[in-house]
T-cell receptor, first 116, second 113 residues
Framework: DTEVTQTPKHLVMGMTNKKSLKCEQHMGHRAMYWYKQKAKKPPELMFV???????INESVPSRFSPECPNSSLLNLHLHALQPEDSALYLC???????????????FGDGTRLSIL | GQQLNQSPQSMFIQEGEDVSMNCTSSSIFNTWLWYKQDPGEGPVLLIALYKAGELTSNGRLTAQFGITRKDSFLNISASIPSDVGIYFCAGQLYGGATNKLIFGTGTLLAVQP
């Protein structure tokens, strides 16, 4: 069982809708990530939050708006999406450096998003 | 975005066979990770490698961090049907609490009973 929980598991929305994806972890991790994954492709990084502050935005269109309300929660607000935005959206988290090594990222099971 | 070269792209094997896949990069990484992804699920961490030359096992899985820090391989011994899935390598760049992963292109493994 994954320790990163994502809701909803599936989401179908129209291009004019506004919806939000949610991610939660209780491992005490201080970095959280959003990825987009197309079928049979590797995940592509979208955003990174470190200590609840946005630290990386990989030139993601503004129709995707991330939010980190606290150290355990990460949201992705969606508005006016396009059909090509249909994908699996993955959340991940990682701990601070320990022992001089970066700690690996742990992924949730994702939200399967379909844009009509 | 940047991706690592991962090979083979796919493998179709018989149950009980051994499997080997590898990743190469033109860049040096501090950490190499191997993930497995089943359909409808997120990637699950299999093995993490932190030192050049490190050889690490996890059950039937063995992975090594290349001496040059630009490559890694994953071996699976005595494959079973539940090994089916997509395997991704990932190189991790130094960045404190916000480490960035560069993923390989993935290896699709099919195991015939």
């Amino acid at each position: 069982d994954t320790e990163v929980t994502q809701t909803p598991k599936h989401l179908v929305m129209g291009m004019t809708n506004k919806k939000s994806l949610k991610c939660e972890q209780h491992m005490g991790h201080r970095a959280m990530y959003w990825y987009k994954q197309k079928a049979k492709k590797p995940p592509e990084l979208m955003f990174v939050y470190s200590y609840e502050k946005l630290s990386i935005n990989e030139s993601v269109p503004s129709r995707f708006s991330p939010e980190c309300p606290n150290s355990s929660l990460l949201n992705l607000h969606l508005h006016a999406l396009q059909p090509e935005d249909s994908a699996l959206y993955l959340c991940a988290s990682s701990q601070d450096m320990e022992g001089g090594y970066n700690q690996p990222q742990h992924f949730g099971d994702g939200t399967r998003l379909s844009i009509l | 975005g940047q991706q690592l070269n991962q090979s083979p792209q796919s493998m179709f094997i018989q149950e009980g066979e051994d499997v080997s896949m590898n990743c190469t990069s033109s860049s040096i990484f501090n950490t190499w990770l191997w993930y497995k992804q089943d359909p409808g699920e997120g990637p699950v961490l299999l093995i993490a490698l932190y030192k050049a030359g490190e050889l690490t096992s996890n059950g039937r899985l063995t992975a090594q961090f290349g001496i040059t820090r630009k490559d890694s391989f994953l071996n699976i011994s005595a494959s079973i049907p539940s090994d089916v899935g997509i395997y991704f390598c990932a190189g991790q760049l130094y960045g404190g609490a916000t480490n960035k992963l560069i993923f390989g292109t993935g290896t699709l493994l099919a195991v015939q009973p």
